[in-house]
């Protein structure tokens, strides 16, 4: 009989086992919180740590589904190795997640680790305290157009049957005044374009520090037209007032509400000019600094955040409901990504 130690399947320079190690770290800053939240009545209950840890492989591995991580956790030793789980088989099924997804949600505890990962970044000085970025980025929520309906349900039923059946929306004006998703009521209906087209979706908001490019801070938004720099405004509230800082941002948040809001707050705004339709609430007091064109070079790694967000972490599309679960997976998509690039920040 071969005895398998998992311990030694993992290569010793494999990044999953520094990303382990600081999520690890993180973790013990939320001990008190974390050990609140466990059951102790009735049978063992998942800790929230496995939980946690848990959503942060279906981000790292672009794992589908929560049903379809408990199938693999069932063979997948590198899995078992960071849950630190024993033996083999089945752990636990997708309904744990269920279960527990709304303790996790009133405790916010999603957020707090995201912000315990930020705090390890800063205790290794990997952080710029000056000079940030703000940006955002629509993500498809989980409920078809068909769902989306009139209000009070007074439309005309869906024609045939099944689970797939046909509506006809020709010549239906539609929208978020008038209609709701049945299925996501949470979600709204947005086109990014004239060119583009119409969907339901949300809102993802990203606050990117400039020295390493590591998201700092998240907020997800039903989707408007005001909700970037509105959910822009909030996070800057949300930064500590030490000194005066800058705030880079695409030509989208060139608006005098805006701008006039971080100057209130004491953040210079480093916004990029819209002048083809109209004048920039930005000029030359603030563009003939060198600061400013090395923050309009510097934005542009917050793409960064959303591309690995959406082609690893599986934001493309949401796999949850609802505004404060959807969040909930933005902010473990965010944490696995900062812990991506804390793993590589540390080997170098």
């Known amino acids: 009989m071969v005895t398998v130690v998992v311990e030694e399947l993992i290569p010793e320079d494999h990044p999953?086992?520094?990303?382990?190690?600081?999520?690890?770290?993180?973790?013990?800053?939320?001990?008190?919180?974390?050990?609140?939240?466990?059951?102790?009545?009735?049978r063992p209950s998942?800790?929230?740590?496995?939980?946690?840890?848990?959503?942060?492989?279906?981000?790292?591995?672009?794992?589908?589904s929560e049903r379809q991580f408990c199938e693999r956790l069932r063979y997948d030793f590198l899995f078992r190795w960071f849950l630190e789980l024993s033996g083999a088989g089945a752990a636990f099924d997708a309904t744990t997640f269920t279960k527990n997804r709304q303790r996790l949600l009133e405790a916010d505890i999603h957020r707090k680790f995201f912000r315990a990962v930020v705090a390890e970044a800063a205790e290794r000085h990997l952080l710029s305290e000056e000079h940030f970025t703000v940006d955002g980025t629509l993500i498809e929520a989980n409920a078809s157009l068909k769902s989306f309906r009139k209000k009070g349900g007074d439309g005309p039923p869906p024609s045939g049957g099944g689970r797939n059946a046909e509506v006809d929306f020709h010549g239906e004006k539609r929208s978020n005044q008038t209609h709701a998703s049945t299925t996501d009521p949470d979600a709204k209906l947005y086109r990014k374009g004239n060119s583009q087209p119409a969907v339901l979706c949300f809102m993802a908001h990203a606050l990117m520090e400039h020295r390493n490019g590591?998201?700092?801070?998240?907020?997800?938004?039903?989707?408007?037209g005001f909700?970037?720099?509105?959910?822009?405004?909030?996070?800057?509230?949300?930064?500590?007032?030490?000194?005066?800082?800058?705030?880079?941002?695409?030509?989208?948040?060139?608006?005098?509400?805006?701008?006039?809001?971080?100057?209130?707050?004491?953040?210079?705004?480093?916004?990029a000019?819209?002048?083809?339709?109209?004048?920039?609430?930005?000029?030359?007091?603030?563009?003939?600094?060198?600061?400013?064109?090395?923050?309009?070079?510097?934005?542009?790694?917050v793409e960064e955040i959303f591309g690995w967000g959406k082609g690893v972490g599986g934001l493309a599309r949401s796999r949850l409901r609802g505004l404060a679960r959807v969040a909930s997976q933005v902010l473990s998509t965010l944490t696995a990504y900062n812990l991506v690039r804390l793993a590589r920040l540390t080997a170098a």
């Open 16 to 42: 999953i086992r520094r990303i382990k190690k600081i999520a690890d770290e993180a973790l013990g800053r939320l001990k008190g919180e974390l050990d609140a939240l466990y059951a102790k009545v009735g």
């Open 46 to 64: 998942v800790p929230p740590e496995v939980l946690l840890k848990s959503q942060l492989l279906i981000s790292l591995y672009s794992v589908r």
């Open 214 to 224: 590591l998201c700092v801070d998240g907020e997800v938004t039903q989707a408007t």
């Open 227 to 271: 909700a970037e720099r509105e959910a822009g405004l909030q996070m800057a509230r949300r930064r500590p007032r030490k000194r005066r800082w800058t705030m880079a941002a695409d030509k989208g948040y060139d608006t005098r509400d805006f701008v006039r809001g971080l100057r209130e707050l004491r953040v210079t705004p480093h916004v």
């Open 273 to 301: 000019q819209h002048t083809t339709k109209r004048s920039s609430a930005i000029d030359r007091r603030t563009t003939r600094h060198p600061g400013y064109g090395v923050s309009q070079i510097l934005r542009r790694r």
